[in-house]
Nanobody
Framework: QVQLVESGGGLVQPGGSLRLSCAAS????????MGWFRQAPGKEREFVGG???????YYVDSVKGRFSISARLADNTMYLQMNSLKPEDTAIYYC????????????????WGQGTQVTVSS
């Protein structure tokens, strides 16, 4: 059973930074494509970026240059470093695991964490 646990969310001022973590257990990390999603109130869950051991990282255009995904394979942990945060980045952030890389639809992921709240406000 794959389990994912996010942490690191919080309140940050515009222009600030946060680093989210996604700790995975119950599977070999490189067997899955990992994704970061976010969901703002009243909006659909949207793909932010992803990582797979065999291909590296990939992002949606709206976060390129501001967000960075990394992974520490020894700890089965993926990170989302978020810089230059904007109020529109406010959302619950989720990590997910699926079979195939470069997938952006939530339905294409099999396992989900509980989410961590990120609020960008002055």
């Amino acid at each position: 059973q794959v389990q994912l646990v996010e942490s690191g969310g919080g309140l940050v001022q515009p222009g600030g930074s946060l680093r989210l973590s996604c700790a995975a257990s119950g599977h070999t990390f490189c067997n899955y494509a990992m994704g970061w999603f976010r969901q703002a109130p009243g909006k659909e869950r949207e793909f932010v970026g992803g990582f797979k051991c065999s291909v590296g990282t990939y992002y949606v255009d709206s976060v390129k240059g501001r967000f960075s995904i990394s992974a520490r394979l020894a700890d089965n942990t993926m990170y989302l470093q978020m810089n230059s945060l904007k109020p529109e980045d406010t959302a619950i952030y989720y990590c997910a695991a699926g079979e195939l890389e470069y997938r952006s639809r939530p339905s294409e992921y099999d396992y989900w964490g509980q989410g961590t709240q990120v609020t960008v406000s002055s």
